[in-house]
């Protein structure tokens, strides 16, 4: 089983850069892929980026792409996201999860895919 804890959230200024990380725990980490999701106040969870269990690929939602880069280190059983030139509708708690399916042939953005939650970290980012 999986357990999974995110750090690294703040308050920053639009064109800021934060990492967050995401721990787990289990000897299958390296077997899931994983995702980063984000929640703003008053609105659905969406998908922002995934990785491949192997890390070979990753895939971003359009308002990400060129911004944010998701890395994993099965090593450490840790998976990071690199903001960069952070936007206010940025602002958000951002989740990681698991894929419910191991060594899965293709990333999947669907939230529903996804478990083992972590319990979240705010990112705000101020105009």
């Known amino acids: 089983q999986v357990q999974l804890v995110e750090s690294g959230g703040g308050l920053v200024q639009a064109g800021g850069s934060l990492r967050l990380s995401c721990a787990g725990s289990g000897r299958t980490f390296s077997s899931y892929a994983m995702g980063w999701f984000r929640q703003a106040p008053g609105k659905e969870r969406e998908f922002v980026a995934a990785?491949?269990?192997?890390?070979?690929?990753?895939y971003y939602v359009d308002s990400v792409k060129g911004r944010f880069t998701i890395s994993r280190d099965n090593a450490k059983n840790t998976i990071y996201l690199q903001m960069n030139n952070l936007k206010p509708e940025d602002t958000a708690v951002y989740y990681c999860?698991?894929?419910?399916?191991?060594?899965?042939?293709?990333?999947?953005?669907?939230?529903?895919?996804?478990?083992?939650w972590g319990q979240g970290t705010q990112v705000t980012v101020s105009s």
């Open positions: 990785i491949a269990w192997s890390g070979g690929n990753t």
């Open positions: 999860a698991a894929d419910k399916v191991p060594l899965r042939a293709l990333i999947t953005f669907t939230v529903g895919d996804y478990t083992k």
